[in-house]
C-alpha cells in the first residue's frame, strides 16, 4: 500500500507544529497561539480524514480494519457534543417533587414561595436529561434529536475539549424527531456526512455519543436493515416520518442525537431510538435516521427554523396479501388510497377511492410509510408525479401538493374526506369489501362484495350504509371495479336489481329506477 499520501498529510502538520513552538518561543500573544493551536487540531483531523480515504474499501487485513476504527473514531470524536437539559418550570408539578416539597416545608416549619421553590429545583439540577449531538457547520448549529430537547427550558452544550455554552433552538421537526441548536463558539470542527442512499446492510458502523453521561464513547456494528419504518411506539411519539438505518451497534439512553459514522468518518444517520427488551437498555436493536434525510431537515431548519411538506389529501391502507389478491395485484406494490379528501389535492387532480399507488417522482413506495415521507419530501406548491394502478391498469398523474396542516388538524381534514368511490346512478360511496377490514364492518374475510359507506348528497337511495352489494342485474360482484364495470354496460332507463346483504346476514333486492 502506497504510503505517500500518508506522510504527505503528516508532514503538514508537523510544519504547522514547528512554527507554533518557534511562536510561543518569540512570546507571540496568546490569540494567535489559540488559533494556531486549533490549525494544528485541524491539520490532524485533515491528515487522518485522508488517511480513511486511503484505505478505501481494502480493509481486508485485520489491523487495516482495525486502524480504520480508530481513524473513525478520532475524526469523529471533534464533532460530537454532549447536551444537557432541564426544565424546572415542568418539574414544580411532579408528583415526586410536591412530595419532597411537603416533607421539606414540614421540617423547616416555612413555606417556600413559588420562586425559592424554582430555584431550589435548579440547584439540584432539575429535570435533568442528557443526550448528544452533531456539529452540523463552523457558525455554531448542532443537530440531534427533537426528543432530547423538546420542551426545555435551558439547553447546555459541551464540546470535547470541555468548553460549555448555553444553546437557543434554532427550530424543531417532531415528524423526524430532529432539531438544530446553536451555539456561539469558534474553532468548531463539523463532521462530514456521507450519501445514505448507498448504505447496504452488513456495512459497518461505529456510534459516538454520551451514554448513561459518558461522553464521547465509542461502539461499533454493522447496519442489519434499512428502511425500517412503523418501529414500536414512535408513531404514537410523533414520528411519522419513518425510514430507519438498523443497526446493531450498542446505543443506550444518551447517545440519541449522535452520530452513526461509516468506515470513510463520514455520518450516515442520527441514532434516535432503540428497541429494549423491556428494561430501557439496548437489546441489539437500535434506529438511526438516514444523514440524507437529516441533511434536508437541518438545512431547512437553518433557513426558516421550521419544515413546510407537501400534503396530497388522502387517507391511505397498508394492503394485506389477502388484500392483494381480492384487487388482483399478487406480486405488486404500492399503497392503497382508502379516502379522498373533499376539496384536497388529490380530488383537484382526479386521484380515487381504491387507486394505488406505486410511486412519487420515480421513488418506489410499498408501504404507507414510504408514501408519507415521499409526499412530505416535496415542498408545497411543487407537482409531484404519481404512478398508479387503477382497477388492474397503470397510469401517471399529476397532483400539486398543497402545504400538510398542523398535526392537531389532520383530523379535522380527515372527516371530511369521502371513504368510498361515488357511484352515482345508485346515490351512494362504495368500496370494495377487503379482508383486511371486513372484521370491523361486520362481515366474514370470505366475504365478498361492495361495501356501501355512506349515501349521496340527495339521499334518495334505497341502500343503506353498512350494506353490502352482493350482485348487480344478476352479476355477482366482488369488487368496486366489477360494480362499476356492471353499472356502465346496464341499459339506461332500465331498472337497476341489487342484491345486498346486511351485516345481519340478511339478503334483500333493491330496485333502483334509472332516469
Known amino acids: 500500500m502506497d504510503r505517500r499520501p500518508q506522510w504527505n498529510a503528516r508532514l503538514g502538520w508537523l510544519l504547522a507544529l514547528a512554527a507554533l513552538l518557534a511562536a510561543i518561543a518569540a512570546g507571540v500573544p496568546d490569540r494567535p497561539v489559540t488559533q494556531w493551536a486549533c490549525a494544528i487540531e485541524r491539520g490532524r483531523l485533515e491528515a487522518d480524514s485522508q488517511e480513511l480515504a486511503t484505505l478505501g474499501d481494502d ?3 485485520p489491523e487495516e480494519v482495525a486502524r480504520a476504527f480508530r481513524l473513525v473514531a478520532k475524526v469523529a470524536r471533534p464533532g460530537v457534543v454532549h447536551i444537557r437539559v432541564r426544565d424546572p418550570v415542568e418539574e414544580a408539578d411532579d408528583p415526586a417533587w410536591r412530595e419532597l416539597r411537603r416533607q421539606l416545608e414540614e421540617r423547616l416549619g416555612e413555606r417556600f414561595n413559588e420562586n425559592q421553590w424554582r430555584e431550589f429545583l435548579r440547584q439540584q439540577g432539575g429535570n435533568a436529561a442528557s443526550g448528544s ?9 448542532i443537530l440531534t434529536n427533537n426528543h432530547v430537547v423538546e420542551g426545555r427550558s435551558e439547553i447546555v452544550v459541551t464540546l470535547p ?7 437557543v433552538l434554532v427550530g424543531s421537526d417532531r415528524n423526524t424527531d430532529l432539531a438544530l441548536v446553536k451555539i456561539e463558539a469558534s474553532d468548531l470542527h463539523p463532521l462530514r456526512f456521507g450519501d445514505s442512499d448507498r448504505v447496504e446492510v452488513g456495512d459497518w458502523v461505529i456510534a459516538v455519543g454520551a451514554p448513561f453521561e459518558l461522553a464521547h ?3 461499533h456494528g454493522i447496519i442489519s436493515a434499512t428502511g425500517r419504518s412503523d418501529v414500536g411506539d414512535l408513531a404514537r411519539r410523533g414520528i411519522l416520518h419513518q425510514n430507519f438505518l438498523q443497526t446493531d451497534a450498542a446505543i443506550n439512553p444518551g447517545n440519541s442525537g449522535g452520530p452513526l459514522l461509516n468506515l470513510r468518518g463520514e455520518v450516515i444517520g442520527v441514532n434516535t431510538a432503540i428497541a429494549t427488551g423491556g428494561n430501557g437498555y439496548n437489546a441489539g436493536i437500535a434506529f438511526a435516521i438516514p444523514s440524507n434525510l437529516a441533511v434536508r431537515i ?3 431548519l437553518k433557513t426558516s427554523g421550521q419544515i413546510a411538506r407537501g400534503w396530497l389529501g388522502i ?5 394485506t396479501p389477502a388484500d392483494r389478491g381480492v384487487l388482483g395485484l399478487e406480486g405488486r406494490g404500492g399503497v392503497l388510497i382508502a379516502g379522498v379528501i373533499v376539496g384536497g389535492p388529490a380530488e383537484q387532480a382526479g386521484l380515487r377511492v381504491e ?5 412519487v417522482n420515480g421513488r418506489s413506495v410499498s408501504n404507507m410509510g414510504e408514501l408519507r415521507s415521499a409526499i412530505a419530501d416535496v415542498r408545497p406548491g411543487d407537482r409531484a408525479t404519481l404512478s398508479l394502478l387503477r382497477d388492474g391498469q397503470q397510469s401517471d398523474l399529476t397532483v400539486t401538493l398543497g402545504r400538510r396542516p398542523p398535526e392537531d388538524r389532520i383530523s379535522d381534514t380527515s372527516e371530511t374526506s369521502h371513504a368510498g368511490r361515488e357511484l352515482p346512478r345508485l346515490g351512494v360511496f362504495g368500496r370494495t369489501l377487503l379482508p383486511s377490514f371486513a372484521w370491523r364492518a361486520g362481515f366474514g374475510e370470505r366475504d365478498r362484495g361492495v361495501l356501501v359507506v355512506e349515501a349521496a348528497d340527495d339521499g334518495t337511495t334505497a341502500i343503506t350504509p353498512g350494506e353490502l352489494i352482493v350482485a348487480c342485474d344478476g352479476k355477482p360482484v366482488a369488487t368496486l371495479a366489477n360494480l362499476e364495470q356492471i353499472l356502465g354496460r346496464a341499459q339506461k332507463g332500465r331498472p337497476l336489481e341489487l342484491e ?9 333486492t333493491v330496485r333502483i329506477d334509472q332516469p
Open 59 to 61: 480493509l481486508a487485513r
Open 161 to 167: 475539549d470541555e468548553r460549555e455554552y448555553p444553546a
Open 315 to 319: 387517507t391511505m391502507g397498508e394492503l
Open 217 to 219: 464513547t465509542v461502539t
Open 500 to 508: 345486498v346483504v346486511t351485516r345481519s346476514g340478511e339478503r334483500r
Open 355 to 359: 387507486d394505488v399507488v406505486l410511486s
Open 298 to 300: 437541518a438545512n431547512e
Open 133 to 141: 449531538g452533531i456539529i452540523f457547520d463552523r457558525e455554531g448549529h
